[in-house]
């Protein structure tokens, strides 16, 4: 009998070691640090007014990573990978004479940013590409015939690979989809958006005088390839640019 108690105990507080375990592994492992998502934001906002392109003070450059992990003008590395202790932007980033810590002249950088650059380093300084380099990938297309979108919306109106997606998150907020607005209303939509004004005369009357399953999809394509919906774009860019 006392065998058997013995057993269970030890069965038991094994069974609490491995949940302690298991709860400190979860709760103290941290994901790698994102160079696109955590880091980049922290430099673009912090850095690379004086560490960029043109102004390259110290002879310290965070626009390229190669140029990062250079030696500056002092003779020391701003970015050792692997090891923030001998990086002096991390060492710079935590002094208290405003002389000398960085950003000079701002607010000192949180605790938490401070963090996520140190921990960037000490994992490697790795890069990120820029999204236009980042080759695409194909997503899965949500089911329209799961036993969970069958009790949400009607999804006859789901015709593509788009409205799938969309569904998928109409259904996760619990809504309906909009009953579809008539021809009118849709020339009108599809026009201003793409090319900034109303469709010529000609493009509007082949729409709405359409019955074709594909007038839509003609409208759009006959929007696109006027010159207007480059005129249109090219000039929101450039405001954006600040051309």
């Not at 450059?61 to 990062?68: D, V, Y």
């Not at 980033?93 to 000398?100: A, G, R, W």
């Amino acid at each position: 009998m006392n065998v058997l108690l013995a057993g269970k105990k030890l069965w038991i507080i094994g069974i609490i070691i491995i949940i302690v375990g298991c709860s400190f592994v979860l709760l103290t492992h941290r994901s790698p640090v994102d160079f696109t998502t955590q880091v980049k934001p922290i430099i673009n906002k912090n850095c690379i007014t004086c560490h960029g392109g043109v102004r390259q003070k110290g002879g310290f450059s965070l626009l390229f990573r190669e140029e990062a992990l250079a030696k500056t003008k002092s003779g020391k590395y701003a970015i050792v990978p692997g090891n923030p202790g001998k990086s002096e932007m991390i060492r710079r980033l935590s002094l208290k004479d405003p002389e000398e810590r960085m950003p000079y002249k701002h607010d000192k950088l949180s605790s938490e940013e401070i963090d996520i650059l140190t921990r960037w380093v000490k994992e490697g300084a790795k890069w990120g590409l820029h999204w236009a380099y980042v080759p695409l990938k194909p997503t899965a297309l949500p089911s329209n015939n799961s036993l969970f979108s069958f009790f949400k919306s009607d999804s006859k109106w789901a015709k593509n690979e788009m409205d799938l997606f969309i569904k998928e998150k109409l259904d996760e907020q619990e809504l309906s989809p909009s009953p579809q607005a008539n021809k009118q209303v849709l020339l009108r939509r599809v026009s201003l958006d793409i090319i900034g004004m109303p469709a010529p005369e000609r493009i509007a009357n082949n729409f709405l005088n359409a019955q074709s399953d594909q007038a839509y999809e003609t409208l759009v394509d006959s929007l696109l390839a006027l010159p207007s919906y480059g005129e249109k774009w090219t000039s929101m860019w450039l405001d954006l640019a600040r051309y």
